[in-house]
């Protein structure tokens, strides 16, 4: 097929289905280089067209706890005492670069959680 820049989303639609469909295709292979050319096309499309809002790293942090079933004080020894940790929680106190970096860590989280949230 011959593609083109993707301009709608039937066309995105199109392009993601045969994206899917090539994606164990053999690198070198004519399946493997229309594969290379869609992801391209994909990804230029999202890039203007898909935007995925910003994320609360606070909010991050307290699904986090609530998944692995921890209690602020299970973070005392990353972000500090109670009162740092109950500061934090509430969004009385901004996280600072250390503390991101400790709980980045801890939760194995992307660094794009923190980002424009330390002080």
Request: charge should be neutral.
């Amino acid at each position: 097929m011959n593609w083109k820049v993707i301009k709608t989303k039937a066309q995105y639609k199109k392009a993601v289905t045969r994206t899917i469909e090539l994606f164990n295709a053999s690198s070198g292979s004519p399946e493997g280089d229309e594969l290379d050319l869609l992801l391209v096309l994909v990804k230029d499309y999202e890039d203007k067209h898909i935007f995925l809002p910003e994320l609360d790293p606070i909010d991050v942090i307290k699904l986090k706890m609530e998944e692995r079933g921890l209690k602020a004080k299970d973070l005392e020894p990353i972000i500090g005492t109670k009162g740092h940790v109950s500061s934090i929680l509430s969004g009385r106190r901004e996280l600072t670069l250390k503390m991101a970096q400790k709980l980045k860590d801890f939760f194995q989280l992307p660094s794009d959680v923190f980002m424009h949230h330390t002080a």
